[in-house]
């Protein structure tokens, strides 16, 4: 009847309920009802909130379970309950008195760490002091409170099934061992394999196509421009970590004249505003854009310094609305896009230090600093890079860390993000960290890699938050493009504007839509340079970085740094709004193909020269 989406396990939720979507569709059930868990929750005081679902457990836990063979016992049991038949076909089944762990011994020690117990006169969800739920909770994957000395195995219990005795127990049937399989000749073990596969070859029930049945022509197109290159422009690579502004802005730069403009290579925070997985919408983009040719290289998921699991700077994110659920399809634009033949995929290759190769080793998805790599190695000796960064500076950080030859080949950097502390106090924009009161969220999301770019020796251009809000006018940009020209990718972002600004008049979530706004003034600042009339001053900056959350990614100006950063202090806002809409209308570099109805169409009937 229906699947509902846990959005805080294995897998984003805005990726997710598409993947439902695809999966029913080729299965011949649109009929199925697909729910993602709420932005509700449960509060401290234990009050649950309306719309609960959760895009964060109670409690911060990294166990998860979820297979295939759980899901069989499941229906095995709810078949045969409903012949009242209790037993199961593929697990021997017994009654237990159990409990899900949260907490370690000692119990009945308040430490700090237990939401439950520690600073209240009654526990939560009415738990029992000196139970098994009220000592040590787990505070991450490097709590030292875990470590046994000597081992590395941990000791921690949060997140196991436990037999336990007391009004703290559940009674409850449970699988205890596996079946095996009663076919002795047959290569498969377990009884569950056997029926698996028995139902995935069933004829009943089958899947109506894939993407080449669902569509009788459908061809793989790779779109590049003229390869005869006049008079190019600027060499740029384009960091970003795909908000919906970094989407404005990717538009606006493939729209630039190319004697202005050579995007070069698209780089992909991983620690930002979206899945890295959504590195599929920008394929999406360059393919409707013409431009299959630019190479995308994904970026690291987490800050410089921090674990691989359990970066404190990229949970800031909004999971739900508003956060990864919205950018992850785009604010659900993404399926109206025309679709790329380039996929990211999880394919490896031993080449790339992989232990083995997977089924397809060449559709490997590039690391950031890969593409980087073969960028410079394709330059021309005078040639040189410049940079336009829209999130976290991770990347950059990384290939300058890496390369030492990175600094000589690099013109110039423009960076969009940081918020300069000044005298009138005005605030930074990490609204999901209220302590931190001057940070702004690029900084933030790495702030030793902020650190270690904008204190060094390349030259620096910053946009900082007090320019953006000066671009961040949706009335504005809004009714330049309702009185430009109409092209594909104009109607695209016009629809888009429309949309993020719709749910912010609507929605307390998505009160902040105007920061992704003010991140296209770097595309059109880099293209656009004095016609926009800039006011730029050298300033003298720090970063704070590795203190605390209250404190990191602020920027002040520090009169005994050694190398001052050009700030884009102000601009024509009138003018701004005109680049924009103009350049976005403009019938000169526009798509080759507008849509995915257009290639849906296009897919559908055969071409015109198939009998040639």
């Not at 040719?293 to 691989?308: E, F, H, I, K, S």
């Not at 230090?353 to 997977?358: E, F, I, N």
């Not at 105007?514 to 016609?531: K, T």
Request: some cysteine.
């Amino acid at each position: 009847m229906a699947v509902t989406i846990n959005a805080n396990a294995w897998t984003n939720a805005g990726h997710a309920v598409n993947h439902l979507y695809d999966m029913f569709y080729m299965m011949g059930r649109d009929d199925v009802l697909v729910g993602v868990g709420g932005d509700g929750g449960i509060s401290y005081s234990g009050t649950i909130y309306p719309n609960v679902g959760g895009f964060l457990p109670l409690i911060d836990q990294s166990y998860f379970m979820w297979d295939s063979f759980t899901s069989g016992i499941a229906i095995s049991s709810m078949r045969n309950d409903m012949n009242h038949n209790l037993g199961n076909d593929f697990a021997d089944l017994e009654y237990m008195n159990i409990t899900v762990i949260t907490s370690n011994k000692p119990y009945g020690v308040h430490d700090g760490s237990n939401p439950m117990f520690d600073g209240r006169k009654t526990p939560r969800f009415g738990l029992k002091r000196g139970g098994v739920h009220s000592g040590h909770v787990q505070t991450g994957t490097t709590d030292s409170f875990c470590h046994a000395k000597g081992s590395k195995k941990g000791k921690c219990e949060d997140g196991y099934t436990k037999e336990v005795s007391g009004p703290e127990a559940v009674h409850i049937r449970v699988a205890t061992k596996a079946r095996p399989n009663m076919d002795k000749s047959s290569p498969l073990d377990r009884e569950f394999f056997k029926s698996f596969l028995e139902a995935l070859n069933r004829r009943e029930n089958s899947g109506r196509f894939d993407m080449k049945t669902q569509f009788p022509f459908y061809r793989e197109i790779f779109y590049k421009p003229d390869s005869i290159k006049k008079n190019m422009g600027k060499s740029v690579i384009f960091d970003m970590d795909m908000s919906p502004g970094d989407f404005v802005s990717l538009i606006y730069l493939l729209k630039a004249p190319t004697e202005v403009i050579d995007l070069k290579g698209i780089l992909v925070s991983g620690n930002g505003w979206a899945n890295i997985a959504s590195i599929d919408i920008i394929y999406d983009i360059l393919h409707m854009m013409g431009r299959d040719d630019v190479p995308v290289g994904r970026g690291n998921t987490t800050a410089l310094g921090t674990p691989v699991l359990g970066c404190k700077y990229v949970s800031v994110i909004p999971q739900g609305s508003g956060g990864l659920l919205d950018s992850d399809t785009l604010y659900g634009l993404a399926q109206s896009l025309p679709r790329s033949p380039r996929r990211y995929t999880a394919e490896n290759s031993v080449k790339y230090g992989a232990p083995r190769d997977t089924d397809h080793p060449d559709l490997r998805q590039p690391l950031a600093f890969e593409v980087w790599q073969s960028l410079i190695e394709q330059l021309d000796p005078s040639e040189k890079i410049t940079v336009l960064t829209n999130g976290p500076l991770t990347n950059l950080a990384n290939i300058v860390l890496a390369d030492k030859n990175a600094s000589s080949v690099i013109e110039g950097v423009y960076v969009v993000g940081g918020h300069i502390k000044d005298e009138n106090g005005s605030m930074g924009n990490v609204f999901t960290v209220p302590s931190n009161r001057y940070a702004e969220f690029n900084m933030f999301l790495d702030p030793l890699a902020a650190k270690t770019i904008l204190e060094s020796t390349l030259d620096i251009t910053l946009i900082p938050l007090s320019s953006q809000r000066k671009a961040a006018s949706f009335q504005a940009i809004i009714e330049a493009l309702k009185n430009s020209d109409d092209t594909p990718e104009s109607n695209f972002i016009h629809r888009l504007l429309l949309l993020i600004h719709d749910l912010q008049q609507k929605h307390k979530l998505y009160h902040h839509m105007d920061i992704f706004l003010g991140e296209v003034l770097g595309a059109v600042y880099l293209v656009e340079g004095l016609n926009v009339n800039p006011s730029v001053q050298l300033k003298p900056i720090s970063i704070v970085a590795n203190s605390t959350t209250n404190m990191d990614g602020q920027i002040v100006v520090n009169r005994q740094s050694a190398n001052p950063v050009k700030v884009l202090v102000d601009f024509s806002s009138e003018i701004y709004y005109t680049c924009v809409a103009n350049s976005l209308g403009s019938k000169e570099q526009s798509a080759v193909i507008g849509s995915f109805a257009e290639q849906r169409a296009i897919w559908s009937k055969p071409p015109k020269n198939l009998g040639s």
